[in-house]
C-alpha cells in the first residue's frame, strides 16, 4: 500500500491529511493509499527522509516548514520550478530516487481567479504591457509566489495568466533586493496599492492576529475593485487583510485556496490523476 504523509515540524495543525485523505478517496484510492503527518525535528530530517525513500513503503511526501530548503537539497532530481526557487514541497520517492517538485508555485497560480486570465489569441492580453504584481515578503513562499508570477502559465488551454512583471517588498528591504535580482523581479521600499492588478501576502503576518496594516506598506483603503489580492495565511476567518480588500471591491483569494490548489498538483504527481478540488475545499473548510 503506497504511503504518503507531510512533514514538517510542528506539523499537529496541517490540514494536509484530512485535505488528502478526501481526495484520495473521491479518486477511489482510499483503500490503497493513505496520507498522514511525520513530525521530523530539523536535525532528524535528513536521516528520516532516507529512510524513508530507500524503504520502499512511502509514494512520497509533502514537506512543509521548517524542512523545503533541505528537501530540496536532499533530491537526487528536480524540477526547474524547484531549483529556481530554491525550494521542494513535493518529494516523490522512485527506485530509491528522491525527485523533488515545488507545487506553491503551481498551486498560486491555479488559484488565481479567471479575471486575471487573459485568451490565448490575445497574445498577452495587455496591450498598454504587462501587468504588475506586488508580492509582500522574501521567504520561501515569496520564492515560489515571485517566481510563479514572472514565469506565468503555460499557455496550452483557451485561457491562460500571463507573466507580470513582480515587484517585491520586504520588512528586511536587503532580502528583498537579493530575491528579486535573483528571480527577475524588482525591489521595492514603498509601493502603491492601486499600481497593481494583482497583490499576494506572502508574509507571515496575520499568523499571530497581528494587524497587517501596522506591519505591512499597505492601508486599509489601499485596494481598488478590479484588482486580485492573495493572501496566503490562512485562518477559521478571512483574513483582516482580505476583508479590507473585499470591502474595496477586489477579488479576494484565501491561503486555503492556495493549499488546496498546490495539494491537488502533488496528488496528481504521485497518482497521475486529477483530484476534485471540491472535495479538497470541504475538507479544510470543515
Ligand atoms: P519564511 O521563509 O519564514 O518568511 C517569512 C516572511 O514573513 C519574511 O519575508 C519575513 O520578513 C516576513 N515577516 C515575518 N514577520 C513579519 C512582520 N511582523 N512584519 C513584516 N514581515 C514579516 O516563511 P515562508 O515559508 O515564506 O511562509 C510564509 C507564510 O506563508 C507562512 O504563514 C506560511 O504558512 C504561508 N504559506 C502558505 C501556503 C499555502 O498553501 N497557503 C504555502 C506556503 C506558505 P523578514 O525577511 O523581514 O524577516
Same mark, same amino acid.
Given at each position: 500500500?503506497?504511503?504518503?504523509?507531510?512533514?514538517?515540524?510542528?506539523?499537529?495543525?496541517?490540514?494536509?491529511?484530512?485535505?488528502?485523505?478526501?481526495?484520495?478517496?473521491?479518486?477511489?484510492?482510499?483503500?490503497?493509499?493513505? !496520507?498522514?503527518?511525520?513530525?521530523?525535528?530539523?536535525?532528524?530530517?535528513?536521516?528520516?527522509?532516507?529512510?524513508?525513500?530507500?524503504?520502499? *513503503? !512511502?509514494?512520497?511526501?509533502?514537506?512543509?516548514?521548517?524542512?523545503?530548503?533541505?528537501? #530540496?537539497?536532499?533530491? /537526487?532530481?528536480?524540477?526547474?520550478?524547484?531549483?529556481? $526557487?530554491?525550494?521542494?514541497?513535493?518529494?516523490? %520517492? +522512485?527506485?530509491? #530516487? $528522491?525527485?523533488?517538485?515545488?507545487?506553491?508555485?503551481?498551486?498560486?497560480? +491555479?488559484?488565481?481567479?479567471?479575471? #486575471?486570465?487573459?485568451?490565448? /489569441?490575445?497574445?498577452?492580453? *495587455?496591450?498598454?504591457?504587462?501587468?504588475?504584481?506586488?508580492?509582500?515578503?522574501?521567504?520561501?513562499?515569496?520564492?515560489?509566489?515571485?517566481?510563479?508570477?514572472?514565469?506565468?502559465?503555460?499557455?496550452?488551454?483557451? &485561457?491562460?495568466?500571463?507573466? %507580470?512583471?513582480?515587484?517585491?517588498?520586504?520588512?528586511?528591504?536587503?532580502?528583498?533586493?537579493?530575491?528579486?535580482?535573483?528571480?527577475?523581479?524588482?525591489?521595492?521600499? /514603498?509601493?502603491?496599492?492601486?499600481? !497593481?492588478?494583482? $497583490?499576494?501576502?506572502?508574509?507571515?503576518?496575520? #499568523?499571530?492576529?497581528?494587524?497587517? %496594516?501596522?506591519?505591512?506598506?499597505?492601508?486599509?483603503?489601499? %485596494?481598488?475593485?478590479?484588482?486580485?489580492?492573495?493572501d496566503?495565511? !490562512?485562518?477559521? *476567518?478571512p483574513s483582516?487583510l482580505l476583508?479590507?480588500?473585499?470591502?474595496?471591491?477586489?477579488?479576494t483569494?484565501?491561503?486555503?485556496?492556495?493549499?488546496? &490548489? &498546490?495539494?491537488?498538483?502533488?496528488? &496528481?504527481?504521485?497518482?497521475?490523476?486529477?483530484?476534485?478540488?471540491?472535495?479538497?475545499?470541504?475538507?479544510?473548510?470543515?
Amino acid at each position: 500500500m503506497p504511503n504518503l504523509a507531510v512533514i514538517g515540524h510542528p506539523v499537529a495543525h496541517s490540514r494536509s491529511p484530512a485535505m488528502q485523505t478526501a481526495a484520495l478517496s473521491g479518486l477511489g484510492l482510499a483503500g490503497e493509499w493513505s !496520507y498522514g503527518a511525520l513530525d521530523v525535528a530539523p536535525a532528524d530530517f535528513e536521516a528520516i527522509l532516507a529512510e524513508l525513500a530507500a524503504a520502499g *513503503e !512511502y509514494a512520497g511526501v509533502n514537506v512543509t516548514v521548517p524542512h523545503k530548503e533541505a528537501a #530540496l537539497a536532499m533530491a /537526487d532530481e528536480a524540477t526547474e520550478a524547484a531549483r529556481a $526557487i530554491g525550494a521542494a514541497n513535493t518529494l516523490s %520517492f +522512485r527506485d530509491g #530516487l $528522491i525527485v523533488a517538485a515545488n507545487t506553491d508555485a503551481g498551486g498560486l497560480l +491555479r488559484s488565481l481567479p479567471e479575471s #486575471l486570465a487573459v485568451s490565448r /489569441d490575445m497574445g498577452n492580453g *495587455e496591450p498598454d504591457g504587462m501587468r504588475r504584481a506586488l508580492v509582500l515578503g522574501a521567504g520561501g513562499a515569496a520564492r515560489a509566489a515571485i517566481w510563479a508570477l514572472a514565469t506565468g502559465e503555460e499557455p496550452d488551454g483557451p &485561457q491562460w495568466i500571463p507573466p %507580470f512583471a513582480v515587484d517585491v517588498w520586504n520588512r528586511t528591504a536587503e532580502r528583498a533586493e537579493g530575491v528579486a535580482a535573483e528571480l527577475a523581479a524588482e525591489p521595492v521600499a /514603498d509601493p502603491t496599492a492601486a499600481d !497593481y492588478a494583482l $497583490i499576494v501576502n506572502t508574509t507571515a503576518v496575520g #499568523l499571530a492576529g497581528e494587524d497587517p %496594516f501596522e506591519h505591512l506598506p499597505l492601508g486599509a483603503e489601499s %485596494f481598488r475593485p478590479g484588482q486580485v489580492v492573495v493572501d496566503m495565511v !490562512y485562518g477559521e *476567518e478571512p483574513s483582516p487583510l482580505l476583508a479590507a480588500a473585499a470591502a474595496a471591491g477586489a477579488t479576494t483569494v484565501d491561503g486555503l485556496e492556495m493549499l488546496v &490548489q &498546490q495539494g491537488a498538483l502533488s496528488l &496528481q504527481i504521485w497518482t497521475g490523476e486529477e483530484p476534485s478540488i471540491e472535495a479538497m475545499r470541504s475538507a479544510v473548510r470543515l
